[in-house]
């Protein structure tokens, strides 16, 4: 039988403590997988780390520790993981006392090292060093500091076992992070000890009012947690001469200053009697809490404490009990927390509506605008802060009257997300880096590091850190190899990483010059091209720099550097040579002066040709020049009379002058001119010089040589988890030299810029890169490398991304075995990668066979399945594969082989909990019963109803190997019964019972009848239905009509008893009665109604009625509404209004400064329904002043007055 499966939950549990006060309680629980979150609660509220509680998570272990139990500590306690949860107690007992003997008579000095007693609750002051656990080896400690001193706190963390750098934050309360506020008050600062490993993290306080409360520091590192909580207390700077505590001596004589103070030298001299009465035991904490603060020396000195600085700052610890407050029903929460841009309700319930309410921030009081709004909804006053920005981080208080409450509003930062990330740099030494990238908000934190290391302000020299807006640069001035590696810059909410790297500087030479063979007055030209446009460099004359000057032009372009000489002579043959700076190169050619000589020759002499050319001579009939190259082939042919020179290309005449390709004829000497060679210039060219004497011809043979051409096809043919594998084809053209070997670049696809991947041509033609980030898409392309240059690049590679495969499946194990199939389940790997998950792939296999057959031919998605077609008997071994896109994990395996077997289960029904009683349904309603079972082999299921089999025209049912179901599509009463289910395998049997009630509404009563009549009462009573429905009746409803109009009216509902007496009648009126039997399923269709009718019997008496007085309405004006002070703009129309109420109808005067406004155009009065208007159309300046409103009628007159204000727009 397979194991049932187990829900995650713990594997260790917290186990029950019995402790005693003062004590500290540690509860220890395990769980299966780490990186899981653990809760603590008490009371069923969550438990939050303090001064209190100290909660730690290692891995799979997490540990409550409860410091300096007390009574209040005493209770359940809970951990909870997900759905599972595990309770645990904790009892707090009081300590053993034991009774003191009886001091001696004669009076003596307590020894120094004696142990004062202490209270029930207090705890020995602990100068010895603590037992550090955990992640700190130096934890800050609690300290009382003076106002306006500086105070350094120092948590000190063992890294040596963490697998990446600890992150650490201070807080104060339960909310506030410090790193926020880093500034004049908290400072911070991060050091690193190599040899130790030992990270030293400092804050560093100036102390004022608002730097005391308790204070929390947090260390994270990957799936573990530890903190540590401590207080800060701010003490008035108040001059200590002429206080009262001067004169008692400290318990430590080293120092005058060190120790605690001792009381009991000023303790009164007491006589030892014989037999002392038993003393009640004293609380002194409960006298402590209920005395005035001038009583507590005065107490001290009664009860003997010596520690009366310790117990009244743990008595400030303790909590107090509010009083109740006259004005506030509920108080302000002490804090409050809010994000950055969201909006804050504060509000406090006052005890009597008609109090007011003032509103302050930090002392300040805050008036209403569109950012903070003032509501009154029923006795609460709410005060909303709308779009919450840092400024708003404050102390608020509500002051009601002479009381008053406030509350910390503490507003949260958003997590700064990067939305531009680092790009990779391939740079040079002595080059300047500039890694930029964009996060979500201007001027945000963010931390850069190198290969784990953060990098400081105290490295300003050398890195710099800059903010433009959302961008975040770092500049790295004057590179060295030493700065190569993997960047990477972290904000709160996201990171990013690029590499660094940093190559010496390597000068190519694009385009070298050749020799040069010219005559005297030609000019001289040596041009190269070098890769950086900026270098410079020097030539020099065998060996001599050159100096310019009107003949000699030394020009520097970019990349281009040009030697011009015009008009050669002999003195300028020479080798010339560049040089570049700063590299150890350098390019030579030789100038050839050419001098024309005079010979004699006879008149019939044969042409001769004398070849001279600046290209490179491979042999004798062939010169190779490199494309883009400048040759010149002379051809000085001599004979008498002069020759004439023919050129031919491919036996084809050639007698072009002008442009890239020319033939130029000067001095008898015929040249053939190529500007930028190109491959199509490779030709064999012909020269046949002729004269009367007779002809000559020679051949030549050009050879362009040029970089190749890029390689082809490049495709990815291996990915892992930071690798890749590329692989290409050779280019088609090698340009006329051997492929040396091939350069490789990469690029993110968010990225434009590439980066070198290996510094010398790559022979082979595929390479393996790493440090790659998983999860990132790259591209790659191939440069091919000749004796030449280095070629175009090639098409980009398809988009990749390195991913890794999946870990192997978890818990793999057997669900179900029958003799043809095996059911498996498993857990999903413990690692996915950025690959995520595409499905699982099942094989088995013959015991002692290495053959594995794929189960599935489609990966399957869900935990399980079921592998079909198995043959009986045999012993089969199973394995599952994750697989993504990077391809298949390691197999998970069974332990041992599966036998392919039934195995034979009882039957047993699984009656559902509502089938266990009987199934009411009324008539026409659906009847659809699923009842699971189990058993195998598959077993048979029978049916009967009343013990008979069922009517398959009535009811149908469907079995499976799992459950059955019983289905009526619309139920009858002649449904109802006892239906019986048996499950049968072979002689073993299991069955159920279900009873199933078909319910109608039910038939009339019957024989209603009108029993008596009197006064203005009827009663009447009735028989029990004939047809109740199948179902009990639950009662009567009786109505009532007036023989006169035959409405019906509802008397009586829900009537339990077959009878009733119906009171209320109206006198003189005859009435008939009717009544509705009514069960589960409501009232019946038709009533039964009495036959005869009750006659309620008129008495005669006369009504004398009151003579009627009419109410006089009059009364004097009176304004309900007063004119209201009004301040208005000029040349905008603007309206006076009040109601006056009064009977007559009072005559309305309006007056401007006491004079009544008559027949004035500018002013429109009106009088609508009480309503007074005075409508005043365009008003100047001179229109502002005092206006009244007189009513007058023959009872009074009243009058009401405002101030017209009129100010000129702005």
């Not at 939050?48 to 409860?66: M, S, W």
């Not at 009366?308 to 009083?323: A, D």
């Not at 031919?648 to 020319?662: I, S």
Request: proline share 5%.
């Amino acid at each position: 039988m397979p194991e049932p499966k187990k829900p995650a939950g713990f594997t260790k549990k917290p186990q029950s403590q019995t402790l005693t006060l003062g004590d500290k309680a540690e509860f220890v629980a395990e769980v299966e997988k780490p990186n899981v979150k653990v809760k603590w609660q008490k009371g069923g509220k969550d438990l939050i780390a303090g001064p209190k509680y100290t909660i730690k998570a290692e891995g799979k272990k997490h540990t409550l520790i409860v410091n300096d139990l007390a009574k209040q500590d005493d209770g359940a306690y809970m951990a909870v993981l997900g759905t599972a949860k595990e309770k645990f107690e904790l009892h707090v007992k009081e300590p053993e006392k034991v009774e003191a003997p009886a001091a001696p008579a004669v009076e003596e000095k307590a020894p120094a090292d004696e142990q004062a007693e202490l209270p029930v609750d207090d705890t020995l002051p602990s100068d010895e060093q603590k037992n550090l656990t955990g992640f700190f080896v130096e934890k800050p400690e609690s300290v009382t500091v003076r106002m306006g001193e500086t105070i350094t706190l120092v948590a000190k963390v063992d890294s040596s076992k963490m697998v990446k750098k600890p992150a650490v934050k201070w807080f104060k309360g339960k909310w506030m992070d410090l790193g926020s506020k880093a500034g004049k008050v908290y400072q911070f600062k991060e050091t690193y000890d190599g040899k130790t490993k030992v990270y030293t993290y400092e804050m560093k306080i100036n102390a004022d009012k608002t730097v005391a409360g308790g204070y929390r520091c947090e260390v994270t590192s990957k799936d573990q947690f530890d903190s540590v909580a401590f207080d800060i207390t701010v003490e008035s700077s108040v001059e200590d001469s002429g206080h009262l505590l001067t004169a008692f001596k400290r318990t430590n004589a080293a120092d005058e200053d060190a120790g605690e103070l001792d009381f009991s030298g000023l303790l009164k001299k007491r006589e030892v009697k014989a037999e002392a009465p038993p003393q009640e035991d004293v609380d002194v904490w409960e006298i402590l809490k209920s005395a005035k603060p001038c009583d507590y020396e005065k107490i001290a000195f009664e009860y003997g404490i010596t520690d009366l600085r310790g117990m009244l700052k743990r008595l400030k610890k303790k909590k107090r009990v509010e009083k109740k407050s006259e004005s506030f029903g509920k108080r302000l929460e002490s804090a409050y927390q809010v994000d950055k841009g969201n909006k804050i309700r504060m509000f406090v319930e006052l005890a009597t509506p008609n109090l007011e309410v003032k509103w302050l921030k930090n002392g300040k009081a805050i008036r209403p605008s569109g950012r903070y709004i003032f509501e009154v909804i029923g006795l609460k006053r709410v005060l909303t802060i709308k779009n919450c920005s840092l400024a708003d981080d404050a102390e608020y208080e509500c002051i009601c009257g002479d009381d008053k409450c406030n509350a910390d509003l503490f507003v949260r930062e958003p997590p700064v997300t990067i939305t531009v990330p680092l790009d990779d740099q391939h740079v040079f030494v002595d080059d300047r880096v500039e890694f930029d990238c964009e996060v979500s908000e201007e001027g945000a934190v963010a931390v850069w590091s190198k290969d784990g290391v953060e990098l400081t302000r105290e490295d300003s020299l050398k890195y710099r850190f800059k903010k433009s807006g959302k961008k975040q640069i770092l500049i790295i001035n004057d590179a060295t190899k030493a700065d190569s590696g993997r960047y990477k810059i972290m904000t709160n909410g996201g990171e990013s990483e690029a590499d660094l790297i940093v190559e010496d500087k390597v000068l190519q030479v694009l385009q070298s010059f050749a020799d040069l063979t010219l005559k005297a007055s030609e000019q001289a030209v040596f041009r190269c091209e070098v890769s950086d446009d900026k270098v410079s460099g020097k030539w020099l004359k065998n060996g001599v720099e050159v100096i310019p000057s009107n003949r000699i032009h030394i020009t520097h372009n970019g990349r281009f550097h040009k030697l011009v000489i015009d008009n050669v002579t002999a003195d300028d043959e020479a080798d010339y040579t560049f040089i570049p700076d700063g590299y150890a190169l350098s390019l030579s050619a030789k100038l050839n002066f050419l001098e024309i000589k005079i010979v004699y020759v006879p008149r019939q002499e044969p042409p001769k040709i004398h070849l001279d050319c600046t290209g490179s001579v491979v042999s004798q009939n062939t010169v190779v020049v490199i494309a883009g190259n400048k040759l010149r082939l002379d051809v000085d042919a001599s004979g008498e009379p002069p020759p004439t020179v023919t050129w031919l290309k491919a036996d084809q005449e050639f007698t072009e002058t002008e442009g890239r390709l020319r033939v130029e004829t000067k001095n008898n000497v015929s040249s053939l001119i190529i500007e930028d060679a190109i491959r199509e210039d490779e030709a064999k060219y012909n020269i046949v010089v002729r004269n009367p004497a007779g002809e000559d011809k020679a051949v030549i043979n050009l050879k362009v040589v040029d970089v190749p051409d890029p390689p082809e096809n490049v495709k990815i043919i291996g990915i892992g988890e930071d690798w890749c594998t590329a692989g290409w084809d050779i280019p088609p053209y090698d340009g006329g030299q051997p492929v040396t070997g091939y350069q490789l670049e990469r690029k993110k696809k968010t990225s434009m810029r590439w980066m070198k991947l290996n510094f010398e041509p790559l022979p082979a033609l595929t390479f393996t890169a790493s440090r790659m980030i998983e999860g990132c898409a790259y591209e790659m392309r191939v440069y091919a490398v000749n004796g030449i240059g280095m070629s175009q690049p090639s098409a980009s590679s398809r988009t990749f991304m390195p991913l890794a495969v999946p870990g192997e499946p978890m818990h793999l194990g057997v669900e179900d075995v029958t003799d043809s199939s095996t059911t498996l389940k498993w857990r999903m790997p413990e690692r996915i990668g950025a690959g995520g998950l595409d499905g699982y792939l099942i094989e088995y296999a013959k015991e002692g066979s290495d053959e594995w057959i794929a189960a599935n031919t489609e990966l399957v998605e869900r935990l399980g399945f079921t592998v079909k077609n198995l043959p009986t008997g045999e012993k089969i071994n199973f394995r599952v594969r994750a697989v993504n896109i990077a391809g298949k994990s390691a197999p998970a395996m069974l332990s041992q082989p599966v036998t392919i077997r039934e195995i034979v289960q009882h039957p047993k029904i699984w009656l559902p909990r509502q089938l266990r009683h009987t199934l009411v349904r009324k008539v026409g309603q659906q009847i659809n019963l699923v009842i699971p079972f189990q058993g195998k082999p598959r077993p048979l299921i029978t049916w009967l109803k009343d013990g008979q089999l069922l009517d398959s025209k009535q009811v149908s049912t469907r079995n499976s190997d799992v459950d059955t179901i019983l289905f009526i599509r619309s139920a009858q009463r002649e449904n109802s019964g006892k239906y019986e289910l048996s499950v049968q395998i072979e002689n073993l049997t299991d069955k159920a019972t279900v009873k199933i009630q078909v319910v109608d509404k039910p038939g009339p009563p019957a024989s209603l009848k009108i029993v008596d009549v009197w006064g203005f009462n009827a009663s009447v009573e009735w028989e029990l239905p004939k047809d109740n429905g199948n179902a009990e009746i639950i009662g009567y409803t009786i109505q009532k009509a007036d023989k006169k109009t035959m409405e019906w009216f509802t008397v009586y509902e829900h009537n339990r008893k077959p009878h009733c007496t119906i009171s209320d009648l109206i006198m003189g009126n005859e009435y008939y009665f009717r009544v509705f039997s009514e069960n589960i399923c409501g009232l019946s269709d038709s009533p039964r109604t009495s036959k005869n009718t009750a006659f309620i019997q008129k008495d005669s008496k006369s009504y004398a009625a009151a003579p009627f007085k009419e109410h006089d309405f009059s009364h004097a004006p009176k304004f309900t509404q007063p004119l209201l002070d009004r301040s208005i703009v000029a040349g905008y129309t603007a309206k006076l209004s009040c109601s006056v109420r009064g009977s007559p109808k009072p005559k309305i005067v309006w007056m401007k400064n006491k004079m009544a406004i008559i027949d004035d155009p500018k002013f429109l009065m009106r009088h609508n329904e009480g309503v007074l208007t005075l409508q005043i159309r365009k008003p100047s300046t001179f229109d502002g002043g005092k206006y009244s409103c007189k009513a007058v009628n023959d009872l009074g007159e009243d009058e009401v007055e405002c101030r017209l204000e009129v100010r000129v727009a702005q």
